[in-house]
């Protein structure tokens, strides 16, 4: 079977990035401990757990986290670490969507780039709960089928029928877009 010598095209269907998304985002939590806190000693986060799920041109982002807080009470004369479970959902806009995709082979990740962490821990103004803010940032990606097009060209078994051009256009590395290159090379 020959190729007529027009340019021709085959269409591959295969797995790809076909969107991507990045949110950096700062929560408000309070948190009412047993007893009337005097001051913050200390606030940390631990146990993230999340998962991320379809959700319109965005990726939902859905988890868990405990609060730790380490405060004094009674005038300063005693301490105590009041702990609570904060849940959350976040919607991560998709910067880049490649809407070719077939919509019921997609895969969704999710990548926290920045953990949960407590940036902020203070005792309210009215004096019965403390107020944290909280920095986390997210990296989502969407994995799907999707169709590629490819030229088709006759075959030879000759190499040198070949013809290269490796010197015509000059490549600048500095011109590369790091976003663009793949960490684990």
């Not at 047993?34 to 998962?51: D, F, K, M, R, V």
């Not at 990726?59 to 986290?65: A, F, K, N």
């Not at 920095?135 to 070949?162: G, M, N």
Request: aromatic content about 8%.
């Amino acid at each position: 079977m020959s190729l007529s010598h027009k340019r021709q095209t085959r269409e591959i269907i295969t797995k790809a990035i076909c969107g991507k998304g990045r949110k950096f985002s700062t929560a408000t939590h309070t948190v009412t401990p047993p007893h009337h806190p005097t001051s913050i000693l200390g606030a940390w986060i631990i146990n993230h757990q999340y998962e991320a799920v379809a959700a319109g041109n965005g990726i939902e982002v859905i988890g868990t986290y405990d609060v730790n807080i380490w405060y004094s009470y009674d005038k300063n004369k005693q301490t105590e670490v009041a702990k609570e479970t904060v849940s959350y959902v976040e919607l991560i806009p998709l910067s880049y969507l490649d809407t070719r995709h077939r919509t019921s082979t997609v895969e969704v990740s999710a990548e926290a780039t920045q953990e949960p962490n407590c940036v902020e821990a203070g005792v309210s103004p009215g004096g019965g709960s403390v107020t944290l803010r909280v920095e986390r940032e997210f990296e989502v990606e969407l994995v799907a089928e999707t169709k590629v097009s490819v030229y088709v060209t006759e075959q030879s078994d000759d190499p040198e029928d070949k013809d290269y051009d490796f010197e015509g256009d000059s490549f600048d590395y500095d011109d590369l877009d790091p976003d663009n290159l793949d960490d684990e090379l």
